[in-house]
C-alpha cells in the first residue's frame, strides 16, 4: 500500500496499482502462454530439424519423447494452445467489439470456462494413451 500527503500534511492513504483484476490475470496468462508456446515451436523445428542432418539422431530424440513425464507436459501444451487461441480471440472482440470492453470480465470467465471443458476430456485421453496400456 501507498501513501501521500495532501496540502494540509494529512497522510492520504491510496491503492496499490497492483489490483488483482481478471483482465490483469488473462493479461499475465497470455504472456505465459505465448512465451510457452514460442518455446515449443523453438524446439520442434531444431528437432524437426535433425531429420534432415541425421535420421538416427531424430529418432533418437523422438524416443526420449516417448515417456509419462513428456506426456504431461503435452497436456500442459494443450491447455496453453487452447487458453491463448480463447483468449485471443476475447481480446479481438475486446478491441473490434463495442460493448467490447464492458464484457471483457464475462469473455474472461467464458474463455475459462471453455478452456476447462475441453482440457477434461482431453486430459482423459491423453492419460488413457499414457497409461493405458500399462
Do not use: C
Not at 123 to 133: A, E, K, P, V
Request: aromatic letters at 14%; glycine letters at 8%.
Amino acid at each position: 500500500m501507498t501513501s501521500t500527503q495532501d496540502a494540509t500534511g494529512q497522510v492520504v492513504r491510496t491503492r496499490s496499482i497492483y489490483r488483482g483484476d481478471p483482465g490483469m490475470w488473462s493479461w499475465v496468462l497470455h504472456r505465459i502462454t505465448g512465451v510457452t508456446l514460442f518455446f515449443f515451436l523453438f524446439v520442434h523445428v531444431l528437432d524437426t530439424a535433425l531429420v534432415r542432418v541425421s535420421p538416427e539422431m531424430y529418432d533418437a530424440v523422438i524416443e526420449t519423447y516417448k515417456n509419462p513425464v513428456v506426456g504431461t507436459l503435452e497436456l500442459g501444451l494443450l491447455g496453453a494452445v487452447v487458453y491463448h487461441a480463447f483468449n485471443g480471440l476475447r481480446v479481438i472482440l475486446i478491441d473490434f467489439w463495442s460493448k467490447g470492453p464492458k464484457y471483457q470480465r464475462v469473455m474472461f470467465y467464458i474463455v475459462l470456462a471453455l478452456s476447462v471443458a475441453i482440457m477434461i476430456p482431453a486430459s482423459g485421453r491423453i492419460f488413457y494413451l499414457l497409461f493405458g496400456s500399462l
